[in-house]
C-alpha cells in the first residue's frame, strides 16, 4: 500500500497506482477556504452603518490560516478574523471589540459557493449567549476584487442590528 500526502495535511492511501489531489473532488468547506486564500491583500471596506474601514486578508501559518484585520470600523481599534479547516469544517474566529472571541462554522454554501453563511458554534470571553456577540455571518463573493459580508449582533435572546460591508480591493497595496 502506497502512503499519498495531499494539501492540507490530508493524506491517500492507495493499493497501487498514484493518486492525485486534483481528482480527489474538494468539498464545499474545502473549496470555500481555497476560494477565500484568494482574498489576500488590503481592501476598503463600506459599511451600511456609515464607517470605512482598512481591511488586510493575509495568509499565515503555512497558508493554514487567513486572518483578516479590520482597521478602524471603531475609531482607534482593530479586530480581527480568524479562518481555519477544522477537518472537514470551516471555521472562523472573530475577535471583536466587545472583548469577546466568538467561534463560527461555516453551515451553508449556496450559489455555487459564492455565498457562506457562518453560524454561531460557541464562544470564549462570553458567560452567557445572550450576552452581546458577533453571531452570524454571510460572505457573498461577487468576484476577485469585490465581496460583502453581512454581520449580525445577538443580545438577550435575539437579533439586535445588522450590518453590511462591502469591500473593495485596493489594487497595488502590498499584505505586508
Sequence with gaps: MQVI???????????????????R????????????????????GQSTRGWTEQMRFQLIAGG???????????????????????????????YCVAKNQPRLVATAFEEGGNLITFT?????NLASRNQGHMDHVVYRFID?????????????????WMELITGTRDVGKSTR
Excluded: C, N
Design 64 to 94: 493554514s490560516a487567513i486572518l483578516e484585520t479590520s482597521l478602524d470600523a471603531h475609531p482607534g481599534e482593530t479586530m480581527a478574523t480568524l479562518f481555519h479547516l477544522d477537518g472537514e469544517r470551516l471555521m472562523l474566529t472573530h
Design 144 to 160: 476577485d476584487d469585490h465581496f460583502t459580508s453581512q454581520w449580525t449582533w445577538y443580545q438577550d435572546g435575539q437579533e439586535r
Design 5 to 23: 500526502p495531499l494539501s492540507l495535511g490530508l493524506w491517500v492511501f492507495a493499493a497501487g497506482g498514484a493518486v492525485s489531489a486534483s481528482t
Design 25 to 44: 473532488p474538494a468539498t464545499p468547506p474545502v473549496a470555500t477556504f481555497e476560494r477565500l486564500k484568494r482574498l489576500e491583500g488590503v481592501w476598503t
Design 120 to 124: 454561531f458554534l460557541d464562544a470564549t
